[in-house]
């Protein structure tokens, strides 16, 4: 299948599977792809929290993630999206790792936005993780689930991991075959291409 006809045939799954289980080869293949994600000036100011069906932690995660609860409990493993919170703890992770030139270019670009500028910078980037993700999962064909519809805050006090904040988290599985929301019963919707893709 065409990576087109793999884009048309994704869709984010609000049923899984509770059986549905991905292998470990599987996941490590998606760790891997997460880390090679791009990132302005290979900035990658983020962390990847992966959670599977055996940890309790995914049931606390749940909890704190209104109408996506029963997904995230059904599903094989969650996955939750986080991003450096402050510009002095990015700024360590850069300094002598990163080239002269892109931490010239933080500094006189993205630095004089003030720490909200930052922060907003550094959110986008972790985004961007999020579209190769949801990608690579089209790809290898395995069902997933974005989620902005979490409580980040509960996140943050469950996880603690000090530095980063949550921002989204993805739950992955297999679908339940009677999922009203793939695409055989419920049709992809999209802007015409017309609209989107503008030539000038
Ligand atoms: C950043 C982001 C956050 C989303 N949050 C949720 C969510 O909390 N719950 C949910 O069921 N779907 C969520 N979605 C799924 C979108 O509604 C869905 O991607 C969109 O309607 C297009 O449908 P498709 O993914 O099936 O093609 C989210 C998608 C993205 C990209």
Redesign the pocket.
Known sequence: MSFLEKMKT???V?KYNPQGHISEEKINELKEILNLSPSSINSQPWNFIFVNNNSKVKDQLAEASY??KE?IVQSSHLIVFQSLKNSEDFEKQIEGVLPEGSVNYYKNFIKPKGEDGIRSWLKHQVYLS?GVFLSACADMGIDS??????EPERYDDILKNEKYETL?AVAIGERDEADT?QPKFNP?TRLKTGKVIVEA
């Open positions: 994704r869709y984010t609000k109408w996506n997904k999020l689930t974005p989620m902005e519809g979490i989204f929301n992809k």
